[in-house]
């Protein structure tokens, strides 16, 4: 299987072991791995901000730059949510583009779903000695479907326990641009999260979208707290060692 | 009602800071999703109902001119009387003159937001009508002079304590010593209190939660039966309601029923169910003489045919609003008009325009929640970025946020150029955050670092890097 990674402009910018993960874990998974030069980001900004035409733009990019791989993955659900249920939204009214929106849209998959659900993976070797939560992201669960995948695939880690978060389908307060526009709103959001996080009394949080994380761990330290944030991909890859957590002192 | 959609920043952190309100608020967050979730998980049918409850309203809506002109007639067939009210105004003088006429003094109030919607109460009073709230919450927050906070727990943004301290300042009559201390105590003096007011109202005023064309009757749900004794005891039953209510039949109007009270309290029917149909008929024991149902219009038939027409399948359930994220930081009353939640961030703006209501769809993280527990499936969350995309073609979203977006797009669209400053941006970056690994401040991101830290980036951009190891892969 011809596999093209979507970085994520999040990964590129903040968490490149994320997408050195994402290749190792699809390697792992039987698949060839490029990594198309041509994209930048999925457009979610100007899409959710109501700036149709920019988006657009930027859809018909991401179309051209991952043309003719079997499968297009993202270590996001966020992402891989705008290419598989927004961009055939987006183009809904556009009879020439609609058939490409939705043809990329149909091999487009979050990574871990796609690993469980596409590949068929049910154990990663790795060893990972936590007590762990893990943080359901709003857009790879609810448009998506992930939920059980990761808990499946973390449950092979060897050391690794998990303690189920309460709220943990309740979102962090990231939401994109909502998180600078409204900042005392998402504050709340995030406080409430980091304290539920807190009362687990776990090691480390994970989840599987780095703006999530970005905020769960920005609020953690600023509580000063002391959890370990990191991205799933990086645990199942077993790519702990040597890369500190989201925030940590280096 | 006055809209004050504008000051939505101020009043969600006067919100925040209201501790009283984080309480209330506090116990409501995790008691309705819950109660909600064992009533969905009791009923193996639930999903399968959610699309016929789509489909009933939807082929209602599709039809709307034809169910209203058979419910009309149906209604008139019972002795009844429909007022088609195209605003506010309208609605509000036709009550006016069915109480004139009557020399009505005193009105009792079963809850409607519709009656909220048109300013009902103040109008009224203004024109030497008295309204007496008669469900407990609009009551509590009729004597506090303050709009509800919900659209079905209207005085949820109150604790007990609060309550109390209101019926100790209105119930002036009441011994002063007396125990106020538990809920029940505060029902029973509400309920004494407002006994001899139904019986001497003259107008009984309902809102409803469906109108049923085939047969002209209208439905309400209540848990307090205020709405019975509303309904049943003053001569005079007028409904307040709008025009989307309308289902075609009984058999679909209970199928809705079976949404809406496990969406709404996770009940599987409301204590109380009402149906009503005309007037008193000769030999019937009870009943008002005169049966009158106001239709409101206010903006929802222009909604028809727009990409908002899905807004108007909603049954005021509240299931979205129970299970908002930003609700439950914020409370209601910050949303500034009679609809909070993610319900009105699409309703408000198609009925008091989008110049007044701006903020209210932007307040989202697009997080799904209530369109994932919505009985009749609307998709919230892309009729809120509908409205974005509204605000955005009419220039209204602020100028610097709008010419940040498009500073950014236009390098989104050139990828050469992005990943040479992605580059170099993860590098300044990266060293910038140095050995702590986060900022507590940053240049352009005061928004994100007033409230928590940012983590650093880990230096190079995974494009550099993946440029750099596939070079070196291929030179050995």
């Known amino acids: ?250 | 009602m006055l809209a004050t959609s504008r000051n939505f920043e101020a009043a969600a952190q006067a919100g925040l800071a209201n501790q009283n309100l984080q309480r209330a608020l506090g116990l409501a967050r995790t008691g309705f999703p819950l109660r909600r979730r064992l009533a969905v998980e009791r009923l193996p049918e639930f999903e399968a109902l959610r699309e016929t409850g789509r489909s009933i309203k939807d082929h209602t809506l599709q039809h709307l001119d034809f169910y209203l002109e058979l419910y009309e007639g149906k209604v008139e067939a019972s002795g009844g009387k429909v007022h088609w009210a195209r605003t506010s105004e309208e609605a509000c003088a036709a009550v006016l003159q069915i109480c004139r006429s009557a020399g009505a003094k005193l009105v009792a109030k079963g809850k409607s937001m519709v009656a909220e919607e048109v300013g009902l109460n103040d109008f009224l009073e203004a024109n030497g009508i008295t309204p007496v709230e008669t469900d407990l919450g609009e009551y509590i927050i009729q004597l506090r002079h303050e709009p509800p906070s919900h659209i079905i727990a209207p005085a949820i943004h109150l604790v007990k304590e609060q309550v109390a301290e209101t019926f100790r300042a209105e119930h002036r009559s009441l011994d002063p010593d007396r125990l106020l201390v538990e809920p029940r105590q505060m029902c029973d003096e509400a309920r004494s209190v407002l006994r001899p007011r139904f019986l001497a109202a003259e107008v009984g005023i309902t809102g409803a939660n469906f109108l049923i064309a085939e047969t002209g009757s209208s439905i309400i749900v209540t848990n307090e039966g205020n709405g019975d004794l509303t309904q049943t005891l003053p001569g005079i039953h007028i409904v307040m309601t709008s025009i989307e209510k309308l289902v075609p039949t009984f058999e679909d109007a209970a199928t809705l029923l079976r949404l809406l009270a496990r969406s709404a309290t996770g009940q599987e029917f409301s204590s109380y169910t009402t149906i009503s149909t005309g007037p008193r008929r000769a030999g019937d024991l009870d009943g008002p003489e005169q049966y009158h149902v106001i239709l409101l219009d206010n903006g929802r038939s222009a909604m028809i045919g727009t990409e908002f027409q899905d807004m108007l399948r909603c049954i005021r359930c509240s299931a979205c609003i129970n299970h908002c994220p930003v609700f439950a930081a914020v409370g209601g009353h910050a949303y500034g008009w009679v609809y909070p939640g993610p319900m009105g961030a699409v309703l408000t703006p198609s009925l008091i325009g989008i110049e007044e209501a701006g903020h209210l769809p932007n307040a989202s993280t697009f997080c799904g929640r209530c369109e994932s527990v919505c009985p009749v499936k609307i998709p919230l969350p892309k009729m809120m970025r509908h409205w974005r995309e509204r605000e955005y073609a009419k220039k209204l979203s602020p100028p610097a946020y709008r010419s940040g977006l498009a500073a950014w797009a236009w390098m989104a669209r050139r990828p050469a150029l992005y990943h040479a400053f992605a580059g170099l941006a993860s590098r300044a970056l990266g060293w910038a955050g140095g050995r702590r690994g986060r900022f507590r401040t940053l240049p352009l991101a005061s928004g994100w670092t007033r409230v928590r830290d940012m983590p650093a980036p880990e230096g190079r951009s995974f494009h550099s890097l993946w440029a750099q190891q596939q070079k070196s892969g291929a030179a050995r």
């Open chain 1, 1 to 250: 299987m011809r596999v093209a990674l979507f970085v994520t402009c999040l990964v590129d910018l903040f968490r490149p072991t994320v997408g050195f993960a994402a290749v190792k874990l699809l390697e792992d998974a039987g698949c060839t791995v490029e990594v198309p030069r041509r994209q930048t980001c999925c457009g979610q900004p100007a899409y959710n901000s109501g700036d149709r035409a920019d988006s657009k733009a930027i859809a018909l990019q991401v179309f051209d730059a991952f043309a003719g791989y079997d499968y297009v993955v993202a270590p996001s659900g966020s992402c891989a949510g705008m290419l598989r249920v927004h961009y055939p939204e987006l183009f809904a009214d556009d009879s020439e583009n609609l058939p490409r929106a939705r043809e990329l849209a149909e091999r487009s998959w979050e990574l871990v779903s796609f690993l469980v659900d596409v590949c068929g993976m049910q154990a990663v070797v790795a060893n990972w000695q936590r007590t762990i939560t893990y943080h359901d992201a709003c857009s790879g669960l609810r448009e998506l479907g992930v939920k059980l995948q990761p808990r499946q695939l973390l449950a092979s880690v060897a050391g690794l326990s998990i303690a189920e978060l309460p709220g943990a389908e309740v979102c962090c307060g990231f939401g994109g641009t909502f998180c600078i526009k409204y900042p005392e709103i998402s504050d709340k959001m995030v406080s409430d999260k980091a304290t539920d996080i807190a009362a687990t009394g776990v090691e480390a949080v994970l989840a599987g979208d780095l703006g999530c994380l970005l905020n769960m761990a920005g609020k953690l330290y600023r509580q000063g707290r002391h959890v370990e944030v990191r991205h799933i991909a990086e645990v199942l890859a077993g790519m702990t060692d040597g890369v500190p957590p989201i925030g940590a002192p280096r």
